[in-house]
Structures are given as C-alpha cells and as structure tokens.
C-alpha cells in the first residue's frame, strides 16, 4: 500500500484541455517542439522516477528518520540513491536557465513534477525543492561571479540550497533577526549567528550546500530595514572552483518533529562563517521574497500532494475492505458484506477528496502559467501583471491547498477507521506530513494577512478587480453544463469584492479589523477560486463525455456537482464570519482570558 | 510546559450555576449531604491528583509508550504507581454502587472526574477508564457471583477491565465476528479467536484483567443476531475469591499508533480460554450497548480534553510569545515586539478554543445528568425518557467534540507555529491523542448513522421534538443578553425539525438519502446544541458581572458573542450540504473513480 501512480490522466487533462497549456508556451514563444508530446514525455519520466524511486522510500524515511552523527546528517537508506537518480535524469536543471546549464522549460512544467515526486515522498522531495528557492534568488540578486560558482552547480544538482531565515526568536517577525555579518577586507562578510528549521539544512547527498542566509551587517539599522542577504556555502570554494576547506557552517542539532522525517530539519550555527552579499546592503528582504514566493507555491503544492496521497489509498481501501450491508439492500450478496464505498458517508469522503484534488491541480497549473509570464512575458506590463496576479494567487494556495490538504488526508484516515490510525498502513504518516504545510512558509493566517493586508488593500483592490474580471468574462462564455457554475462564480466574484470594499472600509477606522477577517476572507476566495476551476473543467469535458475515455469526462461533470453541492456552500458561512467583525475577537482584557 | 491545571471555575460555573446539579441531586433523592461544597471538594480533589500524580506522565507517556516483553505489557514509567495513588483515594469506585463497595455517587461526578485526569494525560486516564464500561455492563447482565467475583474487585479498582469487540476483519460490522465460544459441561464457555484494538488489553497495574469478550456460541445463528457476551479473566479466579492460574489469553502484539501511545493497544489470543456468559445467549450486542455508551460518553469527554489542554497551553504561549506589532500599533513599546495574543487571528483561534471547550464542559454535564436520571429518576417513564435523551446525547457528543476537539488541537498547534510541529513543545503529542477521539468507539460516521438513521428515525422523530420543545421551553424564560441567542436558537430547532422531516421522507424512496445528509446533520445539531449551552451560560453569568469573580461572568457574555458571530454560521453551510440529497455523492461508478 505505499506505492504511488502518478495521476497523469488528470495531469493532462488540467494540464491542456483546462489550461491550454499549449498555446500558451506558443503565445510565450516557446518552440514550436513544446508540444503536448513532449510535455507529456516530460511527465511520464517524472512519473516513472517518482514511482520507481521515490515512492519506496516513503516509509522508511518516516521510520529512520535523520541522524545527526559527528556533526554531519544521514539521512534514511536509499534517499542518497534516489537523488542520485534524480540528478543524472536531468531534473534539477529541467526549468532553469539554459546560460547556467538549466533546460530553459517554464516553470509550470516543473511544478509538475512537484506534485509528482512530492506526493510519492514529500520529505524526499525537499532536498532538491528547497534548491530552487535558492537557484532563483542567486539567478535574479547574484553576481555573474556567484551564478558561475553556486548557480550552476545548483543546476546541475552537484550541490543543493537552502533559505535561513528563522532564529530561536524570531520566525514571522523577521525585524528582530540578529545574525550578524561582519564586513571583511576581502569583500566577503564573517556569518555569526543561529538559524533554526533550516529544511534539507544539511545532509549526505552531496559535496556542498549553498545557504542564503538573512542577516544583519554590522552598522546597519535594526528591524527589517537592515537586513542583507548572503549565500553561504557548507564548504568554501576555491578560485578554480574545486571545493575548499570547511566553512564555519555547524549543524548543532535536529528537529524532533511530528513527521516530515526524512528531511533534516536542523539547526545551524554559523560561528565567522564566511559569506557574500547578494544584492543590494540592507534589501535582503525583498530579496528573500523571490526565495520565499517560490517556496510557497512548493507549499501550495504539498497541499495537493496530501490530498492526492490521501485519495488514492482511502480510494483503493474502499473499495476492498467489506464491511455493513448497502442501506438500499446488499450489492455484492456473495460476499460476506459489501465494499465500504458503497455507503454515502464514506462516499462524502472521497468524493471531497476527488473534489479537492483536481481542483488543486487545476489552480497550480493556472497559478504556474502566471510564473511563466514573469519569467518570459512579452513586455514588462504582461510580466507586472503576472506579478500582481501571482501574488493574489500564492497566499490562496498556500494557505486554502495546505488547509485542505490536511482535512483530505484526514478524511483519508477516516475512511480507513482504526487502521487509519496505525503505522502499518499509510495514512497516520500522510496526517503528519500535511500538516506542517499549514505552518512553514509562513503559516496560514500570516498568508491571510499577507493576501487582505497587503496584496488587496495595498493597490485598493485594483489587482483582485483584475482577477474578478478576468472571471467573470469568462463566466460570460460558459455554456451548456458549464453555465449554472458560471453563473454561481460569477455572483461569488461580486460577494468577493462586496466584502473587500466593506473590510476595508471598516479597517480604515480600526485597522484590526484586516486582521479579524483575514483567515476566512481567504478561505472564501479558495473556495471561491476552486469553484471556478470546476467550472471550467465542466466547460472542457462536457463534449467529451461520449468519446474516447467517456467515464473520465463524465466523472468530471458528477464530480463538479458534488463540489456545488458539498463543498462550495462552506461559503455561506465564511462570509458571514468574515464580515463578523472585530469586535467579539478582541473583546476579552488579559485578565478575562485567565483560566 | 508539560503541566496542567483544572479549570475548576469553568467546572463550577457549568456544573452549579448552568446546569444546577445540586437541585437535582436533590430531586433524584440523594443525601443532602451531597450539596455544593461536597462536589467542589471531590473536584478539588481529583484536580490535585490529576496536576500532581497523572499530567507529570504526559511526555514520558508518549515517548516511552508500551513495551511488549515475554508476552506481558510494560507500561511507561510511573504509570503505575499513578495508578495505586489512583486507587487509594479511591477515585475507581466513586460513582459505583454501595453493595459492591462503591460510594453510590452519580455518574456526573465521575464524569468531571474523567475530564480531569483525561486532559492530564488521556493515555493513562484509559486504564481506569475502560473498567467503567466493564462495571456498568456487569452489574447491569451480570449474575450475583459475577459480581461478586469481578464486579467488587474492579469496583475496588484491585482489578481493571476491558472491552473486547473488534477482530482484524470487522470493526463496525460486528455481524461477521469469529470468535467462538464452546460451552462446556461446567456451565463455562471456551472462548478462542483473535482480538484487536483492546485498549487497556494488558498491563503492569494489576494483578488480574476482566474482559468483556463478544463472542459466537457453538450453534448460534450467523450475523448479529448469534452474538454473546462473556466475562473472561486473564487469570481464572478460585472459588475463594484468590487467583488462580492463567487462563488462555494471550497478548500477541502492541498496535504502533500516531499517539495515545501510552496507553496499550492490545492484539490478543484468545486460546481455549475459560469464560462465563454475561445476560442472555444472543443477546450479547445489546449488553455490550451498556459498555458502549459508557465508552462514548467517556469518548465525547476525550474530545473536551484535547480542547482544553490546547487552550490552556496556547493562551499561555500567546501571552508569552514576542512576535510583529499590533496593527493598532505597539501595546508593549518597551519590549522587544508585542506578545501574539494581540493579533486579531491569534485571537480568533483562542477564542475558538474558548468557546467550544466551555460549551463542551456545560454540554457534558447536561448530558450526565441524563445518565444520572437513568439510573436514579423516580420511576420507570423518567429513566426511559432519559435513556431516549441519552441516546440522542451521546453521538452528538462523541461524534461533534471528538471532531471539535480535533480542530482545537489543531489551532493550538497553529498558535505556536513551527514551535507546534516539534516535540519539545507539547502541542503535536496532543493533535495525535486527539485524532484517535473521531476513530474509535464508532466513527464519527457511524455516530451520525446513528443519531439519524436510529436515535431520530425509528421513533419518528419523537425523542428528537421532545429535546427541541424542552429547548424552545428553555428560551422562552430566556431573558436580558441571553434573549438574542434563545431566539436564535429557537429557530435553529425549528430548521432542525424541518431537515429531519424532509431528510426522513427523502429516505422513504431511498434510504441513502439517511447517509447522504447524516454528517453534517449531527454537526448541524452539535454547533445547536452548543449554542443553547451558550445562551445558558449567558443566563447564568448576566446577572454576576458586577459581584465577585466579574471578569469570568464578563467573559461569559463575550465568548457567547464570539460563539455567535464566528462559530454558529457554520451551520449555514451545513444545513445547505445536508440538504443537498444523495445524487451527487452518489452518482460515480466503480470505473469513474479510477485513478
């Protein structure tokens, strides 16, 4: 039961039918060779290395876990293997710049790839994940000297990356960071200070790890106005490239955590390690941000993973564990009782699972389109746009998908009653796994804030006025069964920014009131931007549904409905918590909130 | 941070002052010795011994957990000798009858006791507790040397006891259950099949174990209805009362759980072992109902627990913790950044807590009371109408605070961020504990079959109108600022009228419909039910708010808005979905839900 099929039938079919992937690599002037062939080849070899060689290692991460032995991290047998698998198959290189070695593939097709290997084994999946945080940030902040001796190493997968950020202290509130750098005669800076949940921090796959590393130069101003970012290697490297002497990088311990296992989670003390400044004195933050966003969408993905995951095991156990009759009277009368999927509560479970999960792909695949834009938009207005919209987009993913992702493999242990609940079968270890996803990254109320505070009420609503827009024109062009959804998404588009203008209004006064109604705000545009994938899945397979591969199209019809009726309706709630108020949230004193 | 501290002032408000116990104490014909200060003292009392002697096992609890060494279970250190203090105060017998040696208290007051120790450490709690169940059904089926022999010596707590139901192959369908008794010439039975999922199953507390062991007589019927109840000992027990040798029971292996690893989860061999029928042939279902209903309350407690120990400890993290400012600007300009607790989500997620674990707390203290009726209303129509009103009680209970307290679990482990998901803190532990409260006892699932397709449909709904009129009664006196909440829930019972009667004519034409809309109906009924246990509590607090202890009768009045405003409007969704039918759950064949 720990095995993983990649779900390429619904890969694709988000992929091109719902997305149209295609013409938009053509309208980004992508080769002519960018075709549904090859993306398709690109993802059944993704689908092969993650079913081959990432799934067997599920379990045994999660059983051995790391260790850390004599200052160094092993990790769980057979993940060095893997990598190494990964690492002449081209993967690490596959959506990077081809100057530094990369394939020059948009980054859509990459998150692809996420999803698979993630889903067959999320901790494994970190190591090289956590690289292209760091790829991108040296790519877009880093000198033509750094991208020659980290980037390109990183691309071919020689080394590996990782973001510093958090500090025993400090983790959200990044302004009481102190880490502290020196600036030497060199140019270089002397690194002292300690990192704390530094994922993929330190391991055994390869020769060296490349930290980006937040820290405070010496003289700088306090909180977040001066912080710089500087990339750290494990080992320092020679002028010729080879590598040199240790740099003062100390792993002082391992995170003892609730799953995740197989990745190192360490702490890391940087003790006068030796670091370069990547871009500007004091703009680390906004440099981090590139990092940071790349590693939300990661998140965003993992929520997917779980719920996939989650799916596919609860999925296959329904329909083999017997147990209780069908209430309309018994459908496999020679067995001793019938499949549980027969009954309409375990039925409820799955069915959300399904809903969620394609759904989920639907809106990385659209969110991913966006990143492409960035990186290879026509004209800066196009990539301003993507930018904007990208930044509505993340917060909801990360957030609404890791949420979600947790309830689905929860639901999936569910269906698996008390053996959901041990380690023999696979869901115990899929609810711990998940549910760091709601957390990292930035947990999913600071997105919250991030999404209402900051990204809608900066720009007064201008960029989700473009998103409601784009919506809702293509609600005018829904037809048939596609139609009714349509018209639900529509009306939501309108609800959305009623409530924007009236929290934002109200925070005007008090501004509290951003915060009062930020978690379900958000939640509401999930549920809200979900609904619209369904709606356009409907508007691609609905001429679909009596060719070749009928029941696939029709389930997609079934399964929309089900979303309409089960699942989208949880706005009707989230819309009147969110326009509650900030009153009953902040009423209590300290003294009242005694126990 | 591993401590725990009784919430005596919750526990009093909801015990005298909401659900006025001592009144009816009185009017069940108890002592008058039996008033308020003798109760706060058994509280007192059995918070000090869960503080001092069960909550400082939380951790070791966990980590230690269960050991399997030559076919006996070692508990983790401490436990045991938690459990002799346990049982020299006396705390096993207090709510059992005076003829076997007990104190003849009322299960309320046991039940406070259960909620005590049980958010100390639930893992250990379930020693004791699983012997409750087996008291209860023995005294109820079993005959006078039963009693005599296992009844006194689990009353005394020198014994414990457990409840043997599930096997490898059938959980909830206890129909297609193996195991098999031979009677012999001596008026014993031989018992012999595999058992699994035993709690308490076997342990180092106790010189002997009594299990509850449902079993199929040689010669009975297939199905439910050929199912029995035996008492069988681990050791077999001498005429004079002594123990004798061991009897064919053998533990064959520990479950590997997500948590309650304290607590052994048994595999166990029954082998040719000697057991005694328990009521009548055949009729073992209904007598393991008895223990099953203990085992639900006990289980909807469970789910208060985990919401309480999430509380406590995230409040205090939430005034601890230094992290951003204010967006009303800084409340403590002096410290380094402002504790979270004055972030309005951070809030958002306490007050949840708050508001569910208080209305849990009054919620299981109505509910034993009709526990108490049961056993000692005045004659037979007030303990049948108590049994109906239990019966509808528990699955909400177990079904709705086992999921709640799940969800405050959960927003504990978000309060503290990353510090949640890592084992130093102790808020991951009780995420994993809380988990196995949905699972266990009947699925959540099951419990809402239950509470529809049984408790409310097979007497039409009459149980159900006689809860809703008492309710209606109830708001009718309501008056000051808990007038709006009765009104609110008023008609909140009338919807749930409305659902019943459309849901149960649905079901006429398909009784998946019973199914489909099952779930959400229980939580629809939950969030009513806590909502009345909200404007109770406003009756009770209004008129304190300006006397002694003001700010816990202020807070009362506004952690019922914040139950009305942020929580309640769930149930616009539900009633939605719930209504919404069985087509589209339905709807997917067997191919369509391929991957």
Redesign the interface.
């Known amino acids: 039961m720990s095995d993983y ?1 990649a ?1 390429l ?1 619904d890969m694709f079919f988000s992929f091109f039918e719902v997305n149209d992937m295609v013409s938009h690599y053509q309208s980004l002037g992508f080769d002519s060779d960018l075709d549904e062939d090859m993306v398709k080849s690109i993802f059944e070899e993704g689908a092969k290395l993650a079913e081959r060689e990432v799934a067997p290692l599920y379990t045994i991460g999660d059983r051995q876990g790391c260790q850390l032995i004599d200052g160094e991290v092993k990790t769980p047998d057979g993940f060095k293997e893997a990598y190494q698998v990964y690492r002449e198959g081209g993967w690490s290189s596959l959506m990077h710049a081809e100057e530094y070695g990369g394939q020059g593939l948009p980054q859509s097709i990459g998150s692809s790839l996420t999803e698979t290997i993630g889903t067959a084994n999320w901790a494994w999946s970190m190591y090289p994940g956590l690289s292209h945080g760091a790829m991108e940030t040296l790519h877009q902040y880093g000198t033509d000297e750094q991208k020659q001796t980290y980037l390109t190493r990183l691309v071919s997968g020689e080394w590996t990356g990782t973001m510093c950020l ?1 500090e025993p ?5 990044l ?2 960071l102190r880490t502290k750098a020196v600036p030497q005669d060199d140019g270089s800076y002397q690194i002292s200070g300690s990192k ?2 530094i994922s993929a921090g330190d391991h055994d796959f390869v020769d060296n790890i490349v930290h980006i590393v937040l820290a405070r130069a010496e003289g700088s101003p306090e909180g977040v106005k001066g912080i710089s970012l500087f990339v750290v290697p494990k080992f320092n490297v020679n002028d010729d490239g080879s590598i040199g002497e240790r740099n003062g990088v100390v792993t002082t311990g391992l ?5 995740i296992h197989g990745n190192a989670t360490c702490m890391l003390s940087f003790e006068n390690a030796k670091g370069y400044l990547i871009g500007d004195l004091n703009k680390g933050l906004k440099c981090m941000f590139t990092f940071m966003n790349v590693a939300r969408i990661g998140t965003s993905i993992q929520g997917l993973c779980h719920a996939q995951r989650a799916f ?1 095991h609860s ?1 296959e156990y329904a ?1 083999d564990r ?3 009759r ?3 009277g018994a459908k496999f009368p020679d067995m ?2 019938d499949p549980i ?1 027969v ?9 959300t699972q ?1 809903a969620i999960t394609e759904a989920g792909r639907a809106y990385i695949h659209y969110l991913t389109k966006q990143a492409d834009l960035i990186a290879y938009g026509k004209d800066e207005a196009t990539k301003k746009a993507a930018d904007a919209r990208l930044g509505l987009l993340t917060p909801i993913g990360k957030a609404f998908l890791t949420d979600l992702g ?1 309830e689905c493999a ?1 639901l999936g ?2 269906v698996f ?2 053996h ?5 079968w696979p869901m ?1 270890q899929n ?2 796994d998940a ?2 996803g ?3 990254e930035g ?3 600071i997105q ?2 991030d999404l209402l ?1 900051r990204k809608v009420a900066l720009d007064q609503a201008k960029g989700l006025r473009s998103l409601t827009k784009e919506i809702r024109q293509w609600c005018k062009t829904a037809n048939g069964a596609a139609k009714p959804y349509a018209k639900t998404i529509s009306w939501m588009t309108r609800e959305l920014e009623w409530m924007t203008i009236r929290i934002l209004m109200k925070a005007r006064k ?3 009131e ?3 109604a ?2 379900d705000y958000l939640m509401f545009a999930g549920y809200m931007m979900m609904g619209w994938m369904w709606a356009r899945s409907v508007q691609a397979a609905q001429s679909k549904v009596d060719g070749p591969n009928a ?2 199209y ?2 997609k019809l ?2 929309a ?2 979303y309409f ?3 989208l ?5 989230l819309k ?2 969110a326009m ?16």
Not at 420 to 424: L, M, P, R, S, T
């Open positions: 099929k779900p039938n958090t202290h400090c983790g959200t509130d302004g009481l704390i949940w995170e003892h955590k609730m799953g596919q999925l329909k017997l147990q209780m069908s209430l309309t001793a009782a999927i009954h309409p509560d375990v039925r409820r479970m799955l069915m399904k947790h929860n242990m569910q009653g008390g959901g609940y041990v380690k023999d115990e609810v711990r549910r760091i709601m957390i990292y947990t999913n109320g919250s804030l505070g008090n501004p509290d951003i915060g009062a930020s978690f029941e696939f029709r389930a079934e399964t409905q089900f009726d089960r699942v309706p949880r706005t009707r709630a009147k918590t509650s108020g900030g009153k009953s949230i902040m009423s209590l004193s300290a003294e009242q909130f005694a126990l």
